[in-house]
């Protein structure tokens, strides 16, 4: 999240919006938004529901695997980098870029 946060500007007059979902309660993200200076909306997926849904909880460890994904106006993913790389902005801006343009 802190790479977004240092990226924020290739997004800006996109149309996007950008916003990180962790499985951390709420307190906790508040916290973590404070001290990382993280402007963007964090919101908590405490009970695992969403990140079930995208495919990427991992059960067992009861986190969810590090993602990004692009989602248009309808709904419909665009975009999808996972594990290590999730956290470079240059995919995820790169499709915005393009969703933009479309």
């Known amino acids: 999240m802190q790479g977004y946060q240092a990226g924020i500007s290739k997004f800006e007059g ?3 919006q950008v916003f990180g979902i ?4 709420t307190p906790s993200l508040g916290e973590f938004a404070k001290k990382n200076n993280v402007a963007f909306p964090l919101i908590s997926d405490f ?4 990140s079930a849904d995208y495919g990427v909880l991992i059960p067992d460890r009861g986190m969810a695997n590090r ?3 692009v989602i ?3 709904g419909k993913i665009q975009y ?3 594990g290590n790389s999730a956290i470079n902005t240059d995919g995820a801006a790169t499709a915005c870029s393009r969703l933009h343009h479309k």
């Open 14 to 16: 996109a149309d996007t």
């Open 22 to 25: 962790s499985t951390d309660n």
């Open 47 to 50: 009970m695992r529901k969403t």
């Open 80 to 82: 999808i980098e996972e």
């Open 72 to 74: 248009d106006k309808e």
């Open 67 to 69: 993602s990004t994904f």
